[in-house]
């Protein structure tokens, strides 16, 4: 199996950084896209955190089919891992996140309760991937737009500090990818959710792979989405040939415009067009 490298300096850099701050640090936020709750994962953070107490965030739980996302939340319990589900967009993550931070934590605040130290606020790292919505929890946790957020992959080259109300004080850091891709598969689900930058597989594959995804698990949503006819819903190639036509991704000579509608289902993908849809849970891929 092909392995793909990827890692940009800045997160070689972010690495440094976190290893550098984790002495202060009393907890550890790791965000995930909800949509893709294993793949989003990184084996770094808990490599690089050991020792830490963490919190499993899934994020853009609005964009996910909530069945799913409950399934694999009970799936990290299960492997004695912390984990919640949250909206940052529109959402209020924030009593959530200190209910669990306060479980997690419990044995902290009596440590340095018997030790006579006054109570103070919890430090927390937030990290993950890029893409997954660090800025976006941040910012609403803080009730301030003072991380920056885009919805391109490395946004983020810096840490930010902010206060999250009285109790908490939140870190943000780049988002951090491991340094190759061993599984395909995983790469893939990354590239479709937009984690990953485009140069890093072609787009037909990436587009290819959620069309036959859509396919197995979603057939009618892609059905209405291009309003196909059921007989256009027979493979790959018919179907984004059928959705070119339907949509006049058509060349002068009469031919399919395939650079076109490769852009136009992606940006489908990326924008939630299809409705709310975890691309992991009906077959678990990737690591916890």
């Known amino acids: 199996m092909a392995t793909i490298q990827w890692f940009p300096g800045h997160m070689a850099k972010a690495r440094r950084e976190v290893e550098t701050i984790l002495p202060l640090i009393d907890i550890v936020y790791e965000l995930r896209d909800a949509r893709i709750p294993f793949a989003s994962s990184n084996p770094l953070i808990e490599e690089i955190t050991s020792g830490k107490p963490r919190l499993v965030v899934l994020n853009k739980a609005d964009l996910a089919d909530e069945r799913l996302t409950q399934k694999a939340i009970e799936q990290l319990r299960q492997k004695n891992i912390a984990a919640i589900s949250v909206n940052s967009l529109t959402g209020n993550p924030l009593a959530p996140v200190m209910t669990q931070t306060r479980i997690l934590l419990q044995s902290l605040v009596e440590k340095e309760a018997r030790r006579g130290m006054k109570p103070r606020p919890f430090r927390g790292l937030v990290l993950g991937i890029p893409n997954v919505g660090k800025s976006q929890f941040i910012n609403r946790l803080a009730k301030k737009v003072k991380a920056k957020t885009g919805d391109r992959p490395g946004i983020t080259k810096w840490q930010t500090y902010l206060r999250a109300g009285k109790d908490l004080e939140?870190?943000?850091?780049?988002?951090?990818?491991?340094?190759?891709?061993?599984?395909?598969h995983v790469g893939k689900l990354l590239a479709l959710v937009g984690?990953?930058?485009?140069?890093?597989?072609?787009?037909?594959?990436?587009?290819g792979f959620g069309?036959?995804?859509?396919?197995?698990?979603y057939p009618d949503r892609l059905q209405a989405r291009y309003r196909l006819e059921q007989a256009d819903l027979t493979d790959q190639v018919t179907i984004i040939n059928a959705i070119a036509r339907n949509r006049g991704c058509i060349l002068r000579q009469g031919e399919i415009?395939?650079?076109?509608?490769?852009?136009?289902?992606?940006?489908?993908?990326?924008?939630?067009?299809?409705?709310?849809?975890?691309?992991?849970?009906?077959?678990?891929?990737?690591?916890?």
Request: proline share 4%.
């Open 170 to 184: 939140l870190i943000d850091n780049p988002g951090i990818l491991w340094p190759r891709f061993d599984d395909l």
């Open 195 to 207: 984690s990953i930058k485009d140069e890093v597989f072609p787009k037909d594959e990436v587009v």
């Open 211 to 217: 069309i036959a995804f859509l396919l197995e698990h």
């Open 257 to 288: 415009d395939h650079d076109r509608v490769m852009g136009l289902i992606l940006h489908d993908f990326r924008n939630q067009m299809f409705g709310n849809i975890s691309y992991e849970g009906h077959e678990i891929h990737g690591s916890i």
